[in-house]
């Protein structure tokens, strides 16, 4: 290895080790910290933060990469691809000037305070004035950047690297459409029961459940383990420290299972990293559209099917006999399927999801381009709802309120979600091709190579392969809604009838 790259190495690895640093704090925040200490903490994150910043930002390092970037053309290796994502960092984090990040980061702190507050008091009036704040910073934010074919391509590329606004509105439109059909007809059948999911279930007893579950997935717990706290999380130190936290939630105490699962998912993908990407760039995973995609397939591909609960609903009963008695295994899996649209985008359903998405993901275009004015946007939210899901929120609390992003300044990341939605059905369909009798092997709960299939194919490569040509490479298509609606359309079909 030359000698320039050992010493790229060196500062890269100094990058990560604060990067980890910070998030061992901010796991901490999340799961032990008293409330006195914030301030403290506060300080700390904005240290390691800014000391971060000068490392990831410093002339030693262009000059490093610049030489490397000869030495190392672009090509398949190990090495070029490190180089290659190293010199894509670097370019944009020497675009954004450093008091534009400090005059972010003060005035998303305070926007945050204030969505608490509006969201609390269901008041969009007290968000109002931040949020067009953040919608001036971002379109700041923009013009530090090459000109592209859409404004909003700039933010999308730090969440998914090299997708295009054009292709995901393309990829959203017909999708959309089918959407609302799907759900048109389900609601014109007879709704399937699932009060028995609502009743009161043991918080221990199912947490430790959980934990049953994933272990049976893969999820290494030397490696790893679970705490709670107010949000499901995945959050890594390391490869071999790859954390998971969850919550119960009295009325829905099956999301416990769920949440496990799909953090779990999460985790087992940084889990599988090749570990020799340790303290390089290419460590972590490949975006958060493949990320996602992970998590949902434990969580709903695999977490929600018939296979997977002839498996595990016997023990189930046997864990919970009162609450699921006289419940079939049939009635059970139709009652964690059911299909309702609802005003909450974290608790929709597989059928609903990606248009809560959508909603979002067109309301951000229009406010990049200008196309909407902040003051309009809790109407245009409703009317969105009302026009895809058929239901009204009562107020902005259930609305335009309901999530954190915006006003942390994250405007560029909600697509990622669906997309990883899209991404899990195109894995299944490749997966079926290679392990044929993958239902079996779920239904007597052996998961070893469905995880030794994901593993090999995407886990070990990290940020080895950019997300769109990593997808290509392993299914031979492009991002593609096909196989996702195919799937809703055989699953939903067969739990209503249709
Ligand atoms: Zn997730």
Known sequence: MSEKLVRLKEILGEVSDLTHAA?????????????????????QLSTLAKIAQEKSTSDELGRLLEDLQKEYP????????????????YEKARRVPAEFVAERALVTTQAFEAWVVAKKKSDFSVFHPH?????????????????????YDVLLDDYERGLKTAEVKSIFQDLRLKQVELIRRIGSVGQVRDDFLHAKYNEQKL????????????????????????????????????????RFEADHPMATLFGA???????????????????TPLEGGASLAVHESQSRLWENLVGRSMPFWEHFYPELKKTFPAQLDGITLKS?????NKVEPSLIRVNADEATYNLHVMLRLELEISMVEGAVAVRDLPQMWNEKMREYLGVIPPNDAKGVLQDVHWSGGSIGYFSTYALGNLISAQWAEAIRKDIRDLDDRISKGKFDDLLGWLRGKIHVHGKRYEPQALVQKVTGAKIDAGPFMSYLEDKFGGIYGL
């Not at 999340?30 to 300080?43: D, H, K, T």
């Not at 919608?135 to 700041?140: C, H, N, P, S």
């Not at 940084?270 to 020799?276: A, L, T, W, Y």
């Not at 059970?332 to 964690?336: D, L």
């Open 74 to 89: 672009e090509g398949e290796s190990e090495e070029s691809a490190m180089i290659r994502v190293a010199s894509r960092n």
């Open 23 to 43: 998030a061992v704090l901010e796991w901490d925040q999340n799961v032990g910290m008293p409330a006195g200490g914030a301030e403290a903490r506060g300080q």
């Open 131 to 151: 949020l067009e704040k953040i919608v001036e910073l971002v379109r700041r934010y923009i013009t530090f950047f090459p000109p592209a074919d859409h404004p």
């Open 261 to 279: 699962m799909h953090e779990a998912g999460h985790a087992m993908y940084e889990q599988g990293i090749n570990p020799s990407y340790e303290r």
């Open 332 to 336: 059970f899996y139709k009652a964690i």
């Open 207 to 246: 947490w430790k459940f959980g934990e049953r579950i994933i272990g049976k997935f893969g999820y290494d717990w030397n490696r790893g383990r679970q705490d709670q706290a107010p949000h499901p999380f995945e959050t890594s130190f390391s490869v071999n420290d790859v954390r998971i936290t969850n």
